[in-house]
């Protein structure tokens, strides 16, 4: 999770969500490190998340991600927790609670409806206080500007 | 729809699930015209939509695809209903429902939680038999190979 931190921090020091997220291959390889997009591609879809997925499935030359684990600093929303079970990602790890927009702990509950195919082992709030804190910052600064 | 369709047959012929997405501008001109190539560029992210939703913002240089509309000739998923949100589409038409893996009319019907942002205007079933056809054709064909 410090990792994925770490990503979050380059996120914010270019104006983005601070959110990293980071997967690791069934024998523990960082297969991708990548922070929140979404300004800098003008991609709406461009979550540090489904840029891991992408990036992971890249490098293994395959569409789906069996037996990788993910960390991410915020709970993942509805788009990304459904990537997440759509790639077959084995474990998923998250920071932050997000009442607003998760999509995990909150919101739709993906894992939890009989209609999501593929449901990951679920560790949430892992360095939970660092992980808001870089949010916390960000949402100040961008009120006050 | 007809040319979502047309999309949708050219995934037939890449041996990829049969689904089309096309992105109208706000004054009706075709943005994005996209079909499903999960198995092609192994991205298990590469529904329709979300390509179609990318390839709408690259050209219209931005991350939100106000005024715009989206065509898919099936329900979307929960990944793609979601992006639609966040990519905040004015409107939503599509084909086929898809009570297995739909993230709309069925399973975690993303637009009536309290917590989805931007609701599309929603408009399913349309030409929903050819859309239909296409994908039991595909599955009909992959079962006996």
Redesign the interface.
Known sequence: MSEALQAARIALQHDEVPVGAVILSSDHKVLAKTHNR??T?????AHAE?LA??RA??IL????LVGCSIYVTLEP???C???IS???IAKLYFGAYDE??G?VE???R?FT?P???HKPEIYGGLMADECSEILRTFFLHRRMN
């Open positions: 979404v300004e591609l003008n991609d709406p879809t489904i997925i992408r499935c890249e030359n395959t569409d789906k929303c509805t788009m927790a459904s990537a759509l790639a077959r607003k927009s999509g909150n919101g739709a993906i409806l209609q999501t195919h």
